[in-house]
């Protein structure tokens, strides 16, 4: 069983920083893409960054240039340093990760986490 475990999540000020962390635990063999989406209140859930195993990387129109999605690859874990927070980045956080291969047979899924909230009030 593949566990996604976030943390990091909070309250900040506007123009403050936040670091999110997610590893990814279990008998995992590989991961393709981990990065991170998130849903406002009354909102779809939107993408907010992702990395590939490669190291190719895709960021939402709303957070280029304020947030930076990086990982360990050895650590099965993916952060998100969000800078420059503003009020409308409120919303719960989800980490997910793509094409895990795990388990005795190597089956293939995509995983979330459980979301951590993020608040950006004065």
């Known amino acids: 069983q593949v566990q996604l475990v976030e943390s990091g999540g909070g309250s900040v000020q506007p123009g403050g920083s936040l670091r999110l962390s997610c590893a990814a635990s279990g008998s995992i063999f590989s991961i393709y893409a981990m990065g991170w989406y998130r849903q406002a209140p009354g909102k779809q859930r939107e993408l907010v960054a992702y990395?590939?195993?490669?190291?190719?990387?895709n960021y939402g129109d709303s957070v280029k240039g304020r947030f930076t999605v990086s990982r360990d690859n050895t650590k099965n874990t993916v952060y998100l340093q969000m800078n420059s927070l503003k009020p409308e980045d409120t919303a719960v956080y989800y980490c997910?990760?793509?094409?895990?291969?795990?388990?005795?047979?190597?089956?293939?899924?995509?995983?979330w986490g459980q979301g951590t909230q993020v608040t950006v009030s004065s």
């Open positions: 997910k990760a793509d094409e895990v291969v795990a388990g005795p047979r190597g089956e293939r899924s995509d995983y």
């Open positions: 990395m590939t195993s490669g190291g190719s990387t």
